[in-house]
């Protein structure tokens, strides 16, 4: 079946960086867009960031652009993404979602304090 595994979360400091990673399983990955999204305590759930299949067209929420970038490794059926100068209204819970099948990933916790 399919399966959206995230991983790389984690504690970082103000103004670090951190790379998350979607390990996808049970399709086609390279025919498919993938995005992140992420969801805040007390708040909605909000896309981050998507890609399209062949990394042709790559789009991010407006607040994130220039820190956030988006990846993908058709290869190894990963699904990355950077996050640089890191600040604590960063810290959420990051999801891998797969927008064709609507399916999501188990989530992983950033936690940005100092």
């Known amino acids: 079946q399919v399966q959206l595994v995230e991983s790389g979360g984690g504690l970082v400091q103000p103004g670090g960086s951190l790379r998350l990673s979607c390990a996808a399983s049970?399709?086609?990955?390279?025919?498919?867009?993938m995005s992140w999204y992420r969801q805040a305590p007390g708040k909605e759930r909000e896309l981050v960031a998507f890609?399209?299949?062949?990394?042709?067209?790559?789009d991010y929420a407006d607040s994130l652009k220039g820190r956030f970038t988006i990846s993908r490794d058709n290869l190894k059926n990963t699904v990355y993404l950077q996050m640089n100068r890191l600040k604590p209204e960063d810290t959420a819970v990051y999801y891998c979602?797969?927008?064709?099948?609507?399916?999501w990933g188990q989530g992983t916790l950033v936690t940005v304090s100092s």
């Open positions: 890609i399209t299949s062949a990394s042709s067209s790559r």
């Open positions: 049970g399709f086609t990955f390279s025919s498919y867009a």
């Open positions: 979602f797969l927008p064709g099948r609507k399916v």
